[in-house]
């Protein structure tokens, strides 16, 4: 399943490094793909979308 996230605080690769860490904790199998102008990231995962965004948050960043 697609799902599109609107994070802020990420700056960096380190930040999207970490985005993706996070959401790949919660699902390994997960496609991530970040975009650091526009602040959002494209997940490809079958976990449903509140476990992603907290792993996200747990991560230091802000999701929705």
Same mark, same amino acid.
């Given at each position: ?18 985005? *993706?860490?996070? +959401? =790949?904790?919660?699902? @390994? ?10 602040? *959002?990231?494209? +997940? =490809?995962?079958?976990? @449903? ?16």
């Amino acid at each position: 399943m697609h799902q599109k996230f609107e994070v802020t605080g990420m700056s960096c690769g380190h930040c999207a490094n970490a985005v *993706t860490d996070a +959401v =790949q904790a919660v699902d @390994p199998q997960a496609q991530v793909s970040v975009d650091l102008p526009t602040g *959002t990231v494209d +997940v =490809q995962s079958t976990q @449903p979308r509140h476990e992603l965004i907290a792993a996200i948050v747990q991560a230091g960043y802000q999701a929705a």
